[in-house]
């Protein structure tokens, strides 16, 4: 895990500033950093120039749904349990 967020900065500092920005200013955790440098590797990869902004939107969904898809398991659990 450190490894794959040494990566992480190391891109920030290879790409931009802009992406670091984006990077620390969602607050990821390591494996949510890892997943975007793996997205980013893999955008850069195809060809396609990244879009940070589009980028930082789609990990906040992402977070969002994962949060909530994490609320509905606690609530069928709690009621199951009940």
């Given at each position: 895990?450190?490894?794959e967020k040494s990566k992480v900065i190391e891109l920030a500092h290879r790409t931009s500033n802009k992406f670091a920005?984006?990077?620390y200013s969602l607050d990821l955790t390591m494996v949510e950093e890892a997943q975007?440098?793996?997205w980013i590797m893999k955008l850069h990869k195809d060809g396609f120039t990244v879009n940070y902004s589009s980028i930082k939107m789609k990990m906040v969904?992402?977070?969002?749904?994962n949060a909530r898809l994490a609320q509905d398991e606690a609530e069928k659990l709690a009621i199951a349990n009940f």
């Amino acid at each position: 895990m450190v490894e794959e967020k040494s990566k992480v900065i190391e891109l920030a500092h290879r790409t931009s500033n802009k992406f670091a920005a984006h990077c620390y200013s969602l607050d990821l955790t390591m494996v949510e950093e890892a997943q975007l440098y793996k997205w980013i590797m893999k955008l850069h990869k195809d060809g396609f120039t990244v879009n940070y902004s589009s980028i930082k939107m789609k990990m906040v969904e992402i977070m969002r749904l994962n949060a909530r898809l994490a609320q509905d398991e606690a609530e069928k659990l709690a009621i199951a349990n009940f």
